[in-house]
């Protein structure tokens, strides 16, 4: 059962560091339009999702984080849906906790705020985990999932199904944004 378990950690760390590996080599992108579509299959409101594109284009530029990353985890998150609520309590786009997104002195309920604190939250999480080796950017989705806490206690991805569900999903979400670039 460990073997599996260490087999399934290696193939999520693998899905999304080569994910981010091939987005990192890409030139002169496209993003606003693979963001535009991604978004667009959630929600159809033209004006919503040009908000939405434009708010991750900008915190991805203010606070130096992909915007690929940022698109793939609120995909994830809420699915673009200014409203969302989790049985825990997160909310919006990003699903931030309120004690997070107090924590980074934003307004989850707010839209822009809420984009904010989940790139602030992500960009931390990077940061923290960035000397763990080439998986790094896969425990920093973990951590964004789980809690940094949890990724630490576990030295990497812990096995809870929720968080290797997540770190999938985020990471199919990142490789279906690289094609729309690519195409």
């Known amino acids: 059962?460990?073997?599996?378990?260490?087999?399934?950690?290696?193939?999520?760390?693998?899905?999304?560091?080569?994910?981010?590996?091939?987005?990192?080599?890409?030139?002169?992108?496209?993003?606003?339009?693979?963001?535009?579509?991604?978004?667009?299959?959630?929600?159809?409101?033209?004006?919503?999702?040009?908000?939405?594109?434009?708010?991750?284009?900008?915190?991805?530029?203010?606070?130096?984080?992909?915007?690929?990353?940022?698109?793939?985890i609120m995909e994830a998150e809420s699915n673009f849906n200014f409203h969302a609520t989790s049985p825990v309590g997160a909310v919006g786009l990003m699903q931030l906790m309120p004690s997070t997104a107090a924590s980074l002195g934003v307004n989850p309920h707010n839209p822009l705020e809420n984009i904010i604190g989940g790139t602030i939250y992500i960009k931390n999480q990077i940061g923290r985990f960035k000397d763990w080796g080439e998986y790094s950017v896969t425990d920093a989705v973990a951590a964004y999932n789980a809690g940094p806490g949890a990724v630490e206690k576990h030295g990497g991805v812990p096995n809870y199904s929720e968080t290797v569900n997540y770190v999938i999903k985020v990471a199919r979400n990142y490789k279906s944004l690289l094609t729309l670039i690519q195409s």
């Open 1 to 72: 059962m460990k073997l599996l378990n260490i087999g399934r950690k290696f193939l999520i760390a693998a899905i999304l560091s080569l994910a981010l590996m091939i987005g990192g080599e890409a030139e002169a992108v496209d993003y606003y339009s693979a963001i535009y579509q991604t978004v667009n299959r959630y929600n159809s409101n033209e004006v919503e999702c040009d908000w939405i594109t434009r708010a991750i284009l900008y915190a991805s530029s203010e606070y130096q984080v992909d915007p690929i990353l940022i698109t793939a």
